[in-house]
Antibody, heavy 118, light 107 residues
Framework: QVQLQESGPGLVKPSETLSLTCTVSGSSISSDNYWGWIRQPPGKGLEWIGSIYHSGSTFYNPSLKSRVTVSLDTSKNQFSLKLSSVTAADTAVYFC???????????WGQGTLVTVSS | DIQMTQSPSSLSASVGDRVTITCRASQSIRSHLNWYQQKPGKAPNLLIFAASSLQSGVPSRFSGSGSGTDFTLTISSLQPEDFATYYCQQSHSTPPTFGGGTKVEIK
């Protein structure tokens, strides 16, 4: 059973960089999977942010690509999200995920609320 | 991006009812369609993948069908634990995109 757990600041100031980490247990992030991030603004729908393959290849939503970086830390079995130049529109619950069979979201973290406010 | 349109956006139903939710893609996605269930305050949970394959551990009252642009999620006999929001998602092309959700409420 793969488990994912997000961690990071719950409050970020406008124009700063949002940074989150996902700790994976029950699977090695070096295994043949994609590891990704999805967000959900309060009361709204789901938006795929991007993902990273175990090889390090990254795939980003074009709508966010200029601001997003997803990276792996194999020594800690973690992967991370950085979203730069945030605004209030980036306020959302951020989920980390494991993708299989293309971009089918097989496993989800519990989610963490990040609020962008001064 | 491929646009995913779900209908209805909400519905009221009673325990035991048969419920059908539809999802339409803006272009053909073959069978690359997944369904998720989300309860308040929780992460979504994969129910159906590849349009009609039931995820392990998901009750058999859930079923999916369709291909191309039109898809359906059916709950054959609604149970109290099924009251939730349901999302479709295409995994045909990047970026994967989700429908707007269907909230299933108690009548």
């Amino acid at each position: 059973q793969v488990q994912l757990q997000e961690s990071g600041p719950g409050l970020v100031k406008p124009s700063e960089t949002l940074s989150l980490t996902c700790t994976v247990s029950g699977s090695s992030i070096s295994s043949d999977n994609y590891w990704g991030w999805i967000r959900q603004p309060p009361g709204k729908g789901l938006e795929w942010i991007g993902s990273i393959y175990h090889s390090g290849s990254t795939f980003y939503n074009p709508s966010l690509k200029s601001r997003v970086t997803v990276s792996l830390d194999t020594s800690k079995n973690q992967f991370s999200l950085k979203l730069s130049s945030v605004t209030a529109a980036d306020t959302a619950v951020y989920f980390c995920s494991r993708e299989m069979a293309g971009t089918t979201i097989w496993d989800w973290g519990q989610g963490t609320l990040v609020t962008v406010s001064s | 991006d491929i646009q995913m349109t779900q209908s209805p956006s909400s519905l009221s139903a009673s325990v035991g009812d048969r419920v059908t939710i539809t999802c339409r893609a803006s272009q053909s996605i073959r069978s690359h369609l997944n369904w998720y269930q989300q309860k308040p305050g929780k992460a979504p949970n994969l129910l159906i993948f590849a349009a009609s394959s039931l995820q392990s551990g998901v009750p058999s009252r859930f079923s999916g069908s369709g291909s191309g642009t039109d898809f359906t999620l059916t709950i054959s006999s609604l149970q109290p634990e099924d009251f939730a929001t349901y999302y479709c998602q295409q995994s045909h092309s990047t970026p994967p995109t989700f429908g707007g959700g269907t909230k299933v409420e108690i009548k």
